[in-house]
């Protein structure tokens, strides 16, 4: 475990200081993130600007604006800790650089999961902790609130992980997957209001076959304490086993793993 | 004259079947343009709970209708040239092509419209079973279809020389993809890919009506929805026509600025 902590650290050394060699990025990393922001919160300030919407799906403006705010969150975290490695993945298969990653002593899976990072997307990551304190400032939260949020999102951003790397390691057989992220991001986009924003089967589908719902209205749900008992334990539950689902593709997608040339 | 219709025909060949063998790429590209579907998802499960059935005299059917519409025309204008550009600027790859007696851009552009041709089977496919699910119900007058179809022309073109323009900010800066995610959001929220432009406070219609936008997705929409007139048609690609225009002479001067730029770095 401290060896792992150690690496990490190496890891994100480097990243970032050859990141930083490019400051002119940092403007157009700005930009986007903006842009981000922007189109997530215009589709909520639309609903409830039309006369008469008092709520969307039973949630309040500010009630919604936690779900905006987790959802941004979420994008930061996708753009400065998950895509920049999972995208590697499929190159390095191409490439027939993944005999280097299998090959040092290291947990591989930790390994291409560490190895790269994002730092320019960051201000994504303030903008989402900026939206949930401007949403939580009006609304009664308790601490218990928080904390079963605070842990209800951990299980969240789990399940981003692994759906991503599991995606990602189809590239073992497929070779080309750089459009994963574009198929993601897709599904992802429902997650930016709350699933009872949805009609009743679509609501179905985004908890149970494609689980956005557990990323974003959940952990909101769990900080204004609406939050019913069967959701707040199914959350880490499906972390869990998506984990070891992940788990188990990546050995057999390793085991598969014949290198560029063979 | 025979000489251009030659050299039009080859350079459309070669794209088409450059373009088709990316088939299934362009199927998740297609998937992946997903806000217009989670848009009319929200609003019609929003008009569902109201009292009347409706927001704004929009019952959950011409939600769908309109939706729907947005999302088959954004599809028809879908513009990748700037993130190409980046890379061909960046790593070089435009040099050889400014060695052809033709503008590189019209190979980008017989590129986009060959693509288009790819797409629009799963297209109508996907357009169909949306429809037979939310219960869209398109106009039945005839003309709106070729008057759809003109509009997206011009709006494709005018959009496909902004994104171009911002394509060749590459000679200067290295963040021009942001510019075109920004750019980007504000196409979507002024064309009407949020909400019917009608939804809006006044004061952004008042600002979008000068734009190209809203004249590019919301009013072909509308027009499929059977909600506007042949005479708001005519004036919307009115419009797109001097955007074109505005864009086509933007478009030549920062082509001209930017290769001076280039020629300077010695690449």
């Known amino acids: 475990m401290r060896r792992h902590l150690r690496l990490m650290r190496i890891f994100i050394g480097a990243t970032v200081s050859a990141q930083l060699e490019y400051?002119?990025?940092?403007?157009?990393?700005?930009?986007?993130?903006?842009?981000?922001?922007?189109?997530?919160?215009?589709?909520?300030?639309?609903?409830?600007?039309?006369?008469?919407?008092?709520?969307v799906g039973?949630?309040?403006?500010?009630?919604?604006?936690?779900?905006?705010?987790?959802?941004?969150?979420?994008?930061?975290?996708?753009?400065?800790?998950?895509?920049?490695?999972?995208?590697?993945?499929?190159e390095t298969i191409r490439t027939g650089n993944m005999d280097f990653t299998l090959l040092k002593p290291v947990d591989a899976q930790f390994n291409v999961s560490t190895r790269?990072?994002?730092?320019?997307?960051?201000?994504?990551i303030l903008?989402?902790?900026?939206?949930l304190l401007y949403a939580s400032a009006g609304l009664t939260v308790t601490v218990g609130g928080v904390l079963t949020a605070a842990v209800l999102y951990l299980s969240a951003l789990v399940i981003v992980y692994c759906i991503w790397l599991g995606l990602s390691t189809t590239a073992f057989w497929f070779v080309k997957t750089q459009n994963v992220s574009e198929l993601f991001n897709g599904v992802f986009g429902a997650a930016r209001f709350p699933v009872s924003a949805f009609p009743v089967p679509v609501r179905f589908v985004l908890t149970f076959v494609v689980p956005v719902a557990f990323i974003t209205t959940v952990p909101a749900q769990a900080v204004t304490g609406q939050i019913s008992a069967p959701m707040a334990l199914a959350s880490p539950l499906v972390a869990l086993v998506l984990c070891l689902l992940t788990r188990l593709l990546w050995r057999k997608a390793v085991a598969s793993y014949t290198s560029a040339s063979s | 004259?025979?000489?251009?219709?030659?050299?039009?025909?080859?350079?459309?060949?070669?794209?088409?079947?450059?373009?088709?063998?990316?088939?299934?790429?362009?199927?998740?590209?297609?998937?992946?343009?997903?806000?217009?579907?989670?848009?009319?998802?929200?609003?019609?499960?929003?008009?569902?709970?109201?009292?009347?059935?409706?927001?704004?005299?929009?019952?959950?059917?011409?939600?769908?209708?309109?939706?729907?519409?947005?999302?088959?025309?954004?599809q028809l204008l879908v513009v990748w040239v700037a993130w190409e550009l980046d890379i061909e600027i960046r790593q070089g790859l435009l040099s050889p092509k400014l060695l052809r007696p033709m503008d590189p851009m019209w190979h980008h552009y017989a590129s986009h419209v060959a693509e288009r041709l790819v797409r629009i089977l799963p297209m109508l496919a996907l357009l169909g079973l949306m429809t037979w699910f939310s219960g869209a119900r398109f106009s039945g007058e005839l003309?709106?279809?070729?008057?759809?179809?003109?509009?997206?022309?011009?709006?494709?073109?005018?959009?496909?020389?902004?994104?171009?323009?911002?394509?060749?900010?590459?000679f200067w800066t290295e963040s021009n993809t942001s510019f075109q995610?920004?750019?980007?959001?504000?196409?979507?929220?002024?064309?009407?890919?949020?909400?019917?432009?009608?939804?809006?406070?006044?004061?952004?219609?008042?600002?979008?009506?000068?734009?190209?936008?809203?004249?590019?997705?919301?009013?072909?929409?509308q027009l499929l929805a059977g909600k506007a007139?042949?005479?708001?048609?005519?004036?919307?690609?009115?419009?797109?026509?001097?955007?074109?225009?505005?864009?086509?002479?933007?478009?030549?001067?920062?082509?001209?600025?930017g290769l001076r730029k280039y020629g300077a770095v010695g690449a």
């Open chain 2, 1 to 74: 004259m025979k000489w251009l219709w030659h050299k039009v025909r080859v350079l459309f060949a070669t794209r088409f079947a450059e373009m088709a063998e990316y088939r299934a790429e362009i199927v998740i590209w297609m998937l992946s343009g997903t806000l217009s579907i989670v848009m009319m998802l929200v609003w019609m499960a929003q008009a569902q709970s109201r009292p009347d059935g409706t927001v704004n005299g929009y019952a959950p059917a011409e939600f769908a209708t309109y939706f729907i519409s947005t999302w088959f025309v954004a």
């Open chain 2, 143 to 170: 003309w709106v279809y070729p008057a759809v179809l003109g509009l997206s022309v011009l709006g494709f073109t005018a959009r496909f020389l902004w994104e171009y323009t911002i394509g060749l900010l590459a």
């Open chain 1, 58 to 90: 039973g949630w309040t403006y500010r009630e919604a604006l936690l779900v905006t705010g987790f959802f941004m969150l979420t994008e930061g975290f996708i753009s400065v800790f998950v895509q920049p490695n999972m995208s590697k993945i499929a």
């Open chain 1, 127 to 131: 903008i989402g902790l900026g939206l």
């Open chain 1, 23 to 55: 400051r002119a990025n940092f403007l157009g990393a700005v930009l986007a993130s903006l842009g981000e922001a922007g189109v997530a919160l215009l589709g909520i300030s639309l609903l409830f600007s039309q006369p008469g919407v008092q709520g």
């Open chain 2, 181 to 221: 995610e920004l750019v980007w959001l504000v196409y979507a929220a002024l064309g009407g890919m949020f909400a019917p432009l009608s939804f809006y406070p006044t004061w952004v219609q008042d600002i979008a009506r000068w734009t190209p936008f809203p004249y590019m997705l919301g009013l072909p929409a």
């Open chain 2, 229 to 257: 007139t042949s005479e708001q048609a005519w004036q919307g690609a009115g419009v797109l026509l001097v955007w074109l225009v505005i864009f086509w002479f933007l478009r030549a001067a920062v082509w001209r600025a």
């Open chain 1, 116 to 124: 790269h990072l994002n730092v320019l997307r960051f201000p994504d």
